[in-house]
C-alpha cells in the first residue's frame, strides 16, 4: 500500500539524512578556512563521521530501498546510476579514512565527495523519489521504519 504521507516515508527519512551529512560537508568546509587550535585533528574526526554517516547511509538504501524499488519499477537505470555512484564515493571514502593526517589532498578528498553527494541527493531528489511516491505497491512508511531500525543497528556498531 503507497503513502501520500510524505512527512513520514522512507524518502522523507532518506532526505533527512542528506540535510544532515550536507550539513557536515559544510562544517567540514569552515574547517578548511578556519586557524584555530586543533583545527587538523577536528577536521580528521569530521570526516570520519561524514564517512562513518554516508556508510550507514548507502547500507540502507542498497539494502532496503533499492531493492524495492528494483521489484516495482520497470525502468531502473537511475537506480543503476545510483549505485555506480555510491561505488565511486565509497572508493573516496576509503582513502579518507586511510589517511592519518588531513593534508591538502585530504582536504580535496572530501571536497570532491561532498561534490558526488550533492549530485547523488539532486538526482534522488529529482528522479528516484517521485517514482518511489508514484508506486502504489510500496508501503513508504513500513520502509521507513525497516531502514530507520537497521540505520541504528549500523551506527551503534561504529563499523558500519
Known amino acids: 500500500m503507497a503513502t501520500t504521507r510524505s512527512d513520514t516515508d522512507a524518502c522523507t527519512f532518506l ?5 544532515a551529512v550536507k550539513r557536515l560537508f559544510k562544517t567540514y ?12 585533528q577536528k577536521k580528521l574526526e569530521l570526516a570520519n563521521e561524514i564517512c562513518q554517516e554516508l556508510t550507514a ?30 561505488a565511486g ?12 593526517t588531513p593534508d591538502e589532498m585530504f582536504d580535496a578528498k572530501v571536497k570532491v565527495l561532498g561534490e558526488y553527494i550533492d549530485h547523488h ?12 511516491r508514484s508506486l502504489r505497491v510500496l508501503d513508504l512508511v513500513a520502509m521507513r521504519e525497516e531502514m530507520q531500525a537497521r540505520k541504528e543497528a549500523l551506527m551503534e556498531t561504529e563499523g558500519v
Open 89 to 100: 564515493a565509497r572508493e573516496l571514502m576509503a582513502q579518507i579514512e586511510a589517511m592519518d
Open 15 to 19: 532526505d533527512n539524512d542528506h540535510k
Open 121 to 132: 541527493i539532486k538526482e534522488e531528489r529529482n528522479q528516484i523519489f517521485p517514482k518511489a
Open 29 to 40: 568546509d569552515d574547517l578548511v578556512h578556519s586557524r584555530a587550535r586543533g583545527v587538523e
Open 57 to 86: 547511509h548507502t547500507t540502507i538504501e542498497e539494502e532496503i530501498f533499492y531493492p524495492a524499488l528494483r521489484a516495482a519499477l520497470k525502468e531502473t537505470s537511475a537506480l543503476a546510476e545510483a549505485e555506480v555512484e555510491h
